[in-house]
């Protein structure tokens, strides 16, 4: 009888300990919780700041004058100016640039589309001979360094008699950014159900049919993706430009290495340049940043 009591008071003590512990555990795991928030807020914050920070700078220089920008400690406050902005477009036909870059990546980014979305339904829908080695065509086109096919394209461009033009721009990054949108668009078509292009069929639908009617249109978060990544790629090329251009085609990137001389290096209009060259990219990016999200997490949960 003894023995009993004491157990139940044993176990009445362990239960009293253990409703007493609870509440601290509890505050421990909300300050481990606030912790990890804070440490993370922390580190959003410098991947934020390091990102901005370059652009923000290269905004302000813009804006300075030469002696400002080259001020040591570096100026914080001053009054701006756009005459940077003014020479860049007009003296060193910046605008000219901007209008051809424009051009290029345009008509790539829509031969792109139109000639990679078939395709990559093709590749997602239907089987046939050869298809491994199809896909791992498109995908090992990225894999080359841009540099070792420089200058073979500059001799075929050459017996072409394309140099400077429009056209060998667009053909070129088109080799280049086709299997990104096959590769893109591939992966967003496997993730439409085939049911319904069973269903479709069922009810008459030619196969030209389902693919407009139904995959295109499920697919159009993947699409855009690939055509913002096709579009980047054709603004932002420096290398092929550079290669392939003289005056009539040059593109913004090229327009901005004109600065270099062996005397002076005018940091306001080539911060103004290269301020005109990402802005429109910040722009668009804002406006599909909601499409973006959708097409790049599209298919990662079942």
């Excluded at 940043?289 to 990662?300: E, I």
Aim: charged share 15%.
């Amino acid at each position: 009888m003894h023995a009993s009591s004491t157990h139940d008071d044993a176990r009445s003590t362990s239960a009293t300990t253990a409703a007493a512990e609870k509440p601290g555990r509890a505050r421990r795991a909300r300050r481990t919780r606030q912790r990890a928030t804070f440490w993370h807020f922390v580190g959003l914050v410098v991947v934020f700041l390091s990102s901005v920070f370059p652009f923000y700078w290269m905004v302000m220089t813009s804006l300075k004058h030469q002696a400002e920008a080259l001020a040591n400690p570096p100026v914080w406050i001053f009054t701006p100016t756009l005459q940077h902005y003014i020479d860049a477009l007009f003296q060193h036909d910046v605008a000219s640039s901007l209008v051809n870059s424009l051009i290029v990546a345009s008509c790539t980014t829509v031969l792109a589309i139109l000639l990679g979305t078939p395709a990559a339904y093709a590749l997602a829908r239907f089987e046939f001979r050869g298809k491994r080695d199809l896909w791992f065509w498109f995908i090992s086109n990225r894999m080359v360094s841009p540099v070792v096919l420089a200058v073979p394209i500059f001799l075929i461009a050459t017996q072409l008699d394309l140099i400077d033009t429009h056209l060998v721009l667009i053909l070129l990054y088109l080799t280049f950014s086709l299997p990104i949108v096959v590769w893109i668009c591939t992966d967003q078509f496997h993730n439409i159900p085939i049911e319904l292009d069973e269903a479709a069929r069922l009810d008459g639908a030619s196969p030209w049919r389902v693919f407009w009617r139904i995959n295109l249109p499920l697919a159009m978060p993947g699409i855009v993706v690939s055509a913002i990544f096709a579009f980047i790629f054709s603004w932002n090329d420096l290398l092929y430009a550079l290669v392939l251009t003289r005056s009539d085609a040059v593109t913004a990137p090229v327009a901005a290495t004109s600065y270099m001389s062996g005397y002076e290096l005018p940091w306001g209009e080539i911060m103004a340049t290269g301020t005109l060259i990402v802005l429109p990219m910040v722009v668009f990016a804002l406006l599909v940043s909601g499409r973006l999200v959708q097409g790049l997490t599209m298919g990662a949960v079942k």
